[in-house]
Nanobody
Framework: QVQLVESGGGLVQPGGSLRLSCPAS????????IGWFRQAPGKEREGVSCISSSDGSTFYADSVKGRFTVSRDSAKGTVYLQMNSLKVEDTATYYC????????????????????WGKGTLVTVSS
């Protein structure tokens, strides 16, 4: 059974950190580009950070550049999103998704159809 299951969300104060995890099961994560997306209430879903399958190149939205880091652990079949210096505006439900045959940049900015989605984990940044 193909699954992506996000975890690591929660409530954190502004300036704090969280690490999201997304283990994959039922398929080989190495064959896919992986992306983290988020959607806040009343807003469009946006690509936050993506990483390619071929060369490990990454893409970050301007709003998170320098604060978030995406990584993948092939041995564990897991992708991570390290989020530092969190801001109130980072509050959203975060989803991981995978897609074959794409670049990190295209995956994050072109609203492509994804092969698989997780169900999301809620991140709330509030004092």
């Amino acid at each position: 059974q193909v699954q992506l299951v996000e975890s690591g969300g929660g409530l954190v104060q502004p300036g704090g950190s969280l690490r999201l995890s997304c283990p994959a099961s039922g398929f080989n994560l190495d064959h896919y580009a992986i992306g983290w997306f988020r959607q806040a209430p009343g807003k469009e879903r946006e690509g936050v950070s993506c990483i390619s399958s071929s060369d490990g190149s990454t893409f970050y939205a301007d709003s998170v550049k320098g604060r978030f880091t995406v990584s993948r652990d092939s041995a564990k079949g897991t992708v991570y999103l390290q989020m530092n210096s969190l801001k109130v505006e980072d509050t959203a439900t975060y989803y991981c998704a995978v897609r074959g045959m794409t670049t990190a940049r295209a995956m994050c900015i072109l609203s492509l159809a994804m092969d698989y989605w997780g169900k999301g984990t809620l991140v709330t940044v509030s004092s």
